[in-house]
């Protein structure tokens, strides 16, 4: 019986990498304001935090949404040649901006956040830096 049951485990395991592993078509990612750190981001509903990775198939769309208090400009750091559009200012409340990746590679982003919309906005600690790697297969 725990002879089955282990062999359940691997192989449950196993999918369950696998799954995470396999290349996306399309992915969304959106930025919140949060108390401590300021903001963060989550991909396709996952856990929030500060720094994402995501494999992307060849020619996909990234769609990330700013539903933060301030601005946030996204920036490439590295990777082949892309331009981004001139909405990856995300300069206004829920502005969105998509992103297609038509190169295989490794990318690399942050963003640059601006000041608050409103006044009065509590944060605990220092402000995350909002990074990504994104890989295309």
Known sequence: MSRTLSVLVVAGTSL???ATATPQAST???I??????????SLNGGAYKPAQAVTLTQGATLTIVNNDVMPHKLVKLSGPALTLPSSANMNH???TTH???SKAGVY????KAG???MKGVKTIGADNILRLRVTVR
Not at 32 to 41: F, N
Not at 108 to 111: G, I, N, Q, S, V
């Open 28 to 30: 969304t990612l959106t």
């Open 32 to 41: 919140r304001h949060q108390l401590r750190g300021c903001h963060s981001w």
């Open 115 to 117: 000041e608050d919309y």
């Open 93 to 95: 409340s829920a502005a």
């Open 108 to 111: 690399k982003f942050m963003t």
């Open 16 to 18: 369950l990498l696998a």
């Open 99 to 101: 992103v297609k990746f």
